[in-house]
C-alpha cells in the first residue's frame, strides 16, 4: 500500500524548521559511497538548487520542497545500499565549465542515473547526474506515490 504524503510528513523523524537548517542538513551530507558504482556520489549546491527550484527561475512550492527535503535521508540510505541500477540516460546539454579559471558554457554530454527503489514503505526515484570528467553528483529525490494501473480490457474496447 502506498504511503501518503501526510502520513510522510508524520513519520519522518526530521524537523526541518527553516531554510537555515535545510541548508545545513543538505551541506552536512557532504558525499555517500555508493556500491554499485564503487564511488562517491557527491551532494553539491546543484543538487539543493533542484530540490528548491524546478528550473532556473521557478521556485517549487513549500509543501513539495518539504516533501523532498524529508526524503533525503531515505534516499541517502538507497544510495548506500544499491546495487543495481534501473535507467542510463545520455544528454548533450550547455553545461558550465571551469577553464583555465574562467567559467564557461559548453555542450557536454550528460550522463543521468536512476536509482529506483522501496524503503520504509516509501518508493523513491533517486538521480544521479556526471558530465564529461566530473565526479558523480546527487540532483534529485522524486517520490513514486501513485502506482500506474494498466487499462484493462475492456477499457481499451
Keep these: 500500500m502506498p504511503v501518503l504524503y501526510t502520513q510522510l510528513m508524520d513519520k519522518n523523524p526530521i524537523s526541518l524548521s527553516n531554510e537555515q537548517s535545510d541548508d545545513h542538513f543538505y551541506k552536512s551530507i557532504d558525499r555517500v559511497y555508493c ?80 536509482l529506483t527503489a522501496m524503503l520504509d514503505e516509501i518508493r523513491l526515484k533517486i538521480v544521479i547526474k556526471q558530465t564529461e570528467r566530473t565526479e558523480k553528483i546527487f540532483l534529485s529525490v522524486i517520490p513514486l506515490f501513485k502506482q500506474k494501473i494498466p487499462p484493462e480490457e475492456s477499457d481499451i474496447l
Excluded: W
Design 35 to 114: 556500491p554499485y558504482f564503487k564511488d562517491y556520489i557527491h551532494f553539491t549546491d546543484a543538487g539543493f538548487d533542484h530540490i528548491r527550484f524546478k528550473n532556473k527561475h521557478t521556485v517549487r512550492t513549500s509543501k513539495d520542497m518539504n516533501m523532498r527535503l524529508r526524503l533525503l535521508p531515505i534516499a541517502i540510505k538507497i544510495i548506500g545500499n544499491s546495487h543495481t541500477l534501473q535507467n542510463k540516460t545520455y544528454r548533450q546539454r550547455f553545461e558550465n565549465r571551469y577553464v583555465n579559471g574562467r567559467k564557461e558554457t559548453a555542450i557536454q554530454q550528460v550522463t543521468y542515473y536512476e
